[in-house]
Nanobody
Framework: QVQLVESGGGSVQAGGSLRLSCAAS????????MGWFRQAPGKEREGVAA????????TYPDSVKGRFTISRDNAKNTLYLQMNNLKPEDTAMYYC????????????????WGQGTQVTVSS
């Protein structure tokens, strides 16, 4: 199975942008559905974007729709999350995840997780 390593987190002011990356190593990366999740202190983990193996289908919750864009480069085994117009409520640890159970925002649909990258948005 794949192993995942996130990067690109940091601190930005509200209205700013960040691009997260998730590098995958291992076999058959393109066969995995991929997702981005986030977890703020004291809150449950929530999905913020998901993408099909070929990259043709994506989905977002209303909280980030129009601001976040998920994409993947299967030739580079890399997943991305472009985050624009960031808000203080976007502050969280962000995780990428891989699974084979279809597009989903349920954590249980993914069986491989990265270690996370912190995003902090100040007002």
């Amino acid at each position: 199975q794949v192993q995942l390593v996130e990067s690109g987190g940091g601190s930005v002011q509200a209205g700013g942008s960040l691009r997260l990356s998730c590098a995958a190593s291992g076999d058959s990366y393109s066969s995995y559905y991929m997702g981005w999740f986030r977890q703020a202190p004291g809150k449950e983990r929530e999905g913020v974007a998901a993408i099909s193996g070929g990259g043709t289908t994506t989905t977002y919750p209303d909280s980030v729709k129009g601001r976040f864009t998920i994409s993947r480069d299967n030739a580079k085994n890399t997943l991305y999350l472009q985050m624009n117009n960031l808000k203080p409520e976007d502050t969280a640890m962000y995780y990428c995840a891989a699974g084979r159970n279809g597009l989903s925002f349920r954590s249980t649909s993914y069986n491989v997780w990265g270690q996370g990258t912190q995003v902090t948005v100040s007002s």
